[in-house]
């Protein structure tokens, strides 16, 4: 026997209000006790609400009467945002701590690079067969600049940029967020 269906709905209010909820249809659904299959027939029209479903529809329709458009804010959570911070100046100072070691790095990089024309004059000169050495010692300033060079500090600054100014700014919200 199939259960018996409260007066059609207008086909827009539970549309309407998984809308104003934030719902799925099974969300809705859930609060209403139906399928999600179910929930979209009498959604769309094609079937009317079981009259066990009316109660929670009801509730669900006055609830979005009294629930103001745009409720009050939660508060901050001051101690969720004091732990962000900390870990953003914990990252910030790792950072700068790594940031502090590239130049001397890059600088010998550049050291090496600068020293293969003399090098190379000098090996040729000396008439002696082409060393394999010279080639590693390039491809290691060349990939040591890579990591360390001019390009990878300016990345660094920039993110190391970044996390102190996320770290101002979540200090920045802790006074409201303790209020």
Do not use: Y
């Not at 701590?97 to 000396?126: D, M, N, Y």
């Not at 101002?168 to 409201?176: S, T």
């Amino acid at each position: 026997m199939p259960t018996p269906a409260a007066p059609p709905l207008s086909p827009n209010l539970l549309r309407r209000l998984r809308a104003w909820f934030g719902l799925s249809l099974t969300e809705l659904g859930a609060c209403l006790g139906l399928s999600k299959a179910m929930t979209l027939q009498v959604e769309q029209g094609l079937r009317g609400l079981p009259l066990h479903a009316e109660l929670p529809r009801l509730a669900l329709d006055l609830a979005q009467q009294a629930t103001p458009a745009a409720p009050a804010p939660e508060p901050p959570d001051a101690a969720a945002l004091r732990r962000h911070q900390r870990a953003c100046e914990l990252r910030a100072d790792a950072l700068a701590h790594r940031l502090a070691a590239l130049p001397e790095r890059a600088t010998w990089a550049r050291r090496r690079l600068a020293a293969l024309p003399t090098i190379a004059a000098t090996l040729a000169a000396a008439g002696a067969p082409p060393a394999p050495w010279p080639e590693p010692f390039a491809a290691g300033a060349r990939a040591e600049l890579t990591r360390s060079g001019s390009t990878a500090q300016a990345l660094l600054q920039a993110r190391l940029a970044g996390l102190r100014a996320e770290a101002a700014e979540v200090a920045r919200l802790l006074p409201a967020a303790d209020a």
